[in-house]
């Protein structure tokens, strides 16, 4: 008898489609994944949709409507295994820059009939509100981490991502490093790998895709950075990004702000 | 008879979350809703007093399936703002950058999105148990794709290549070799591949609108021109916001676009493009269109899935032509000093024309940023043509009422992650 196939269900809150669209870029490997997996949700692929409960759930985007923050408890009931999938999903996302201005005010900048739009204050992670089993970063993640993740799962292993800074990779590829060469702000030494060192090999500095590697010394980097002749605005700025909510992004660039208005 | 509604609460093989309504009294159509509760993301507001610069990171995040029509209309706004003139050579790569995008969002949609809903199937994955051949070949299309906006842009998801005067680094002449031979098989393919879903069976329907595109006197539009309609008018992009309005109507709380001198909605997208530019097609895509019979101005919105195959063959064509031809060699991008200014800019989005506005500071910064992203132009046009095509479906059956009508909001392509940013939006769950 065919044992019973894992369902996995895949869920999307604000956020751009990006990171599940990452699945289906997944083109080498997708039939693989789908035949492994039985996916009973995921609205921007199939018109199957089958209640919980579910094995695997993937949540991508953040919570910023009061039915989003209701709707996420219910997943969470339903699924035995939650992941979340990318910066949104993980830290809030760029819609999360909010969270810093009056939310009334933005809603009034971009609609002609503010009272229609019913959002909450912030954009938040779904960490905070229901458990997370794991979160995989990235904005957008990366596919082959994302099939590592599933993989793994399937196996009963845990997950081979990896924590290290985006400074190692530069290192690993052979990039000549952008801020000692050119002078090139880069965030790659607080930035957790994930992009495989992707922007310096264009020439540019990192922008904090991944989020704030673990143990990462943001104040040093800040430092270094006001020595070159950024002002802290500048630096609070590099760091309100598409993981500006991330805690450790998030504390440097206010204590960067707070030094500022001193 | 009584009245009734049909409600599908989530749409599937969509970008982004809604559902639609519609209320019937008898077989009479009192109302249709395409109901958009993707929460704002208030990306306008969020871009203000930010450095110019980054916009281009910023706005490509509105959508993940399109990044590139954001990145590219950012950039063309700013350079207009900055008095900036692209040379011919990222002119050039800027195309070829957004004919990676048109093969893989068109390649996702024709194959993964659309054509289950002409073969019977809830998605694409049920759909290559029977048809293996045929969903292979559009994976692999849409990897083409990927690869080449991965090539240029530095990842085919948010690239990161792109900047305001053109682009961080040029592609090394192998880079570009690489892809060649890929994208010569692929030619072949997007040829069959349309020629298999010309080859559907296609409802008997048309409905009236004025279709609107960009148009360029040279070349297939993609980043540059001005706009065309089916009424026969041009429009210089700088008078966007003079021809075309958002505004409430009773039955909706999302915006929704008209031509102001009519009063009335229309449509962008492949087939409007295709309806509108037809002889500005590649050699072998404008043959195709021939072949497989697309009329002069189709009218059915169902053979969009036609138009984006053509679409796909062009995009081969023109990509082939640009990396077999001379490799760039001169400068990444053109340099700016900052000045207060402001500057729009329209390209077209595999979705449809994508319009930009910014006014910035002598500082640089963001002041005010507007955008118009296709599909919230396309709404209102496609809740009238679903109240003609509700008429057509009806029956007793509701499930099968209902599907039918989101098997034509999908011959759009409705990217709602996209539209809400700026669409206004009103949860109404029952």
């Known amino acids: 008898m065919e044992q019973e196939k894992p369902r996995l269900a895949v869920f999307k809150f604000a956020s751009c489609d990006g990171c599940q669209l990452s699945l289906l870029d997944a083109e080498d490997q997708l039939l693989a994944v789908a035949g492994a997996l039985e996916i009973v949700y995921f609205p921007e692929a199939t018109s199957r949709m089958e209640d919980g409960p579910y094995d695997i759930a993937l949540v991508e985007g953040s919570v910023t409507t009061l039915h989003d923050a209701e709707r996420i408890q219910q997943i969470r009931k339903d699924s ?52 997370v089993d794991f979160e995989l970063r990235g904005c957008p993640i990366n596919q082959y981490q994302l099939i590592e993740v599933i993989q793994s799962l399937l196996a009963g292993r845990k997950p081979r991502t990896p924590q290290h ?68 605005t500048e ?28 | 008879m009584a009245d009734r509604t049909i409600k599908v609460e989530t749409l599937t093989r969509v970008e982004g979350e809604g559902g639609l309504y519609v209320r019937l009294s008898g077989d009479a159509v009192d109302e249709v809703r395409l109901e958009i509760y993707e929460p704002p993301r208030l990306f306008e507001a969020l871009l203000r007093g930010r450095p110019l610069e980054d916009t281009p990171d910023i706005t490509a995040r509105i959508c993940g399936i399109c990044p590139v029509a954001y990145q590219m209309s950012s950039v063309h706004a700013l350079e207009s703002a900055l008095d900036v003139t692209a040379s011919a ?62 090539m240029l842009g530095g990842r085919a998801i948010h690239p990161v290549n792109v900047c305001v005067g053109g682009f961080y680094r040029m592609p090394r002449r192998d880079e570009f070799q690489k892809l060649i031979p890929d994208f010569e098989w692929g030619l072949n ?18 409905t009236e609108c004025e279709y609107i595109s960009l148009s360029h006197p040279d070349e297939y539009p993609m980043n540059e021109g001005f706009i065309k309609t089916s009424s026969g008018d041009s429009i210089e992009v700088s008078h966007y916001e003079d021809e075309f309005q958002e505004r409430h109507v009773p039955h909706s709380t999302a915006l929704q676009a008209i031509r102001k001198s009519t009063g009335r909605p229309y449509l962008l997208g492949p087939l409007a493009r295709v309806n509108l530019n037809r002889e500005q097609l590649s050699p072998t895509a404008r043959q195709l269109a021939d072949e497989v019979g697309l009329e002069p101005l189709c009218k059915n919105p169902h053979r969009a899935i036609i138009a984006r195959g053509l679409e796909i063959v062009h995009a081969y064509e023109e990509a082939l032509m640009i990396m077999r031809g001379d490799h760039p060699t001169g400068k990444p991008r053109e340099s700016y000093s900052y000045q207060a200014g ?25 002041v005010k940023a507007v955008i118009i992203p296709p599909t919230s132009q396309n709404q209102a046009q496609i809740e009238a043509d679903l109240k003609q095509w509700v008429t057509q479906v009806i029956s007793d059956d509701e499930q099968q009422t209902a599907r039918q009508c989101e098997n034509l909001v999908r011959a759009y392509d409705p990217c709602i992650s996209c539209s809400t940013h700026f ?5 109404e769950r029952t």
Request: with cysteine; net charge negative; proline share 4%.
């Open chain 1, 165 to 232: 800074s985006v400074c190692l990779d530069c290192k690993r590829r052979g990039t000549v490093c952008v801020t000692v060469a050119q002078g090139i702000a880069c965030l790659g030494p607080v930035t957790q790998s994930g992009c495989h060192a992707l922007c310096p090999s264009y020439h540019r500095g990192c922008y904090g895709c991944y989020g704030p590697a673990p143990q990462s010394n943001l104040v040093s980097l800040a430092t270094h950075m006001e020595k070159e002749g950024d002002s802290r």
């Open chain 2, 189 to 206: 393919a997007a040829v069959e591949t349309t020629r298999w879903v010309a080859g559907f069976e296609f409802p008997d329907f048309e």
């Open chain 1, 80 to 131: 035995k295994y939650l992941m979340t999938i990318g910066a949104c999903a993980t830290a809030g996302g760029i819609q999360a820059l909010r969270n810093w201005a009056d939310t009334d005010e933005f809603i009034r900048a971009v609609y002609a009939k503010p009272e229609y739009i019913q959002v909450l204050e912030s954009s938040t992670p779904i960490s905070d509100h229901v458990k």
């Open chain 2, 89 to 150: 050579e990222i002119r050039r790569l800027r195309r070829l950058l957004y004919c990676g995008e048109w093969i893989e969002s068109h390649g996702l949609h024709m194959h993964l999105l659309h054509a289950p809903d002409f073969l019977g199937f809830d998605s694409g994955l049920d759909m290559a148990k029977q048809f293996p051949d045929e969903v292979n070949r559009g994976l692999r299309l849409k990897k083409h794709g990927n690869q080449l906006v991965d």
């Open chain 2, 342 to 366: 402001e500057g729009m800019a329209a390209t077209e989005a595999p979705r449809g024309t994508l319009f930009h506005r910014y006014v910035i500071d002598e500082a640089g910064k963001i």
């Open chain 1, 235 to 262: 630096i609070s700025h590099r760091l309100h990004n598409f993981n500006a909510y991330a805690p450790a992004f998030r504390n440097e660039s206010q204590r960067l702000l707070e030094q500022d208005g001193e």
């Open chain 2, 423 to 427: 669409l206004n939006v009103k949860i």
